[in-house]
């Protein structure tokens, strides 16, 4: 059984940070990608960022330069620093991977969302 955990989300102000972080646990027999998607009111879960088991990350156009994505492939963990943060990244904020289960094939897996709401 595979479980993925996040945490750091809240209200902030605009212009200010949040760092989002997703604990990946279970029988896990290899990692690929990692990302994080959101959800906002009304509308499409859509792609923020992802990060290859190599390192190489993906931004959606309007948060680069405000997001970074990263991981630590011992610990199976994926973190999103978010600065400069605006009223339309508010949303649920997903975590991603797509894993192999020990003795299983590769599938994605999802977090339970962790809600980051933008707003004086």
């Known amino acids: 059984q595979v479980r993925l955990v996040e945490s750091g989300g809240g209200l902030v102000q605009p212009g200010g940070s949040l760092r989002l972080s997703c604990a990946v646990s279970?029988?896990?027999?290899?990692?690929?990608?990692m990302g994080w998607y959101r959800q906002a009111p009304g509308k499409e879960r859509e792609l923020v960022a992802t990060i290859s088991s190599g390192g190489t990350a993906y931004y959606e156009d309007s948060v680069k330069g405000r997001f970074t994505i990263s991981r630590d492939n011992a610990k199976n963990t994926v973190s999103l620093q978010m600065n400069s943060l605006r009223p339309e990244d508010t949303a649920v904020y997903y975590c991603n991977a797509f894993l192999r289960v020990v003795a299983g094939a590769w599938n994605y897996y999802w977090g339970q969302g962790t809600q980051v709401t933008v707003s004086l």
């Open positions: 279970g029988s896990i027999f290899s990692i690929n990608a």
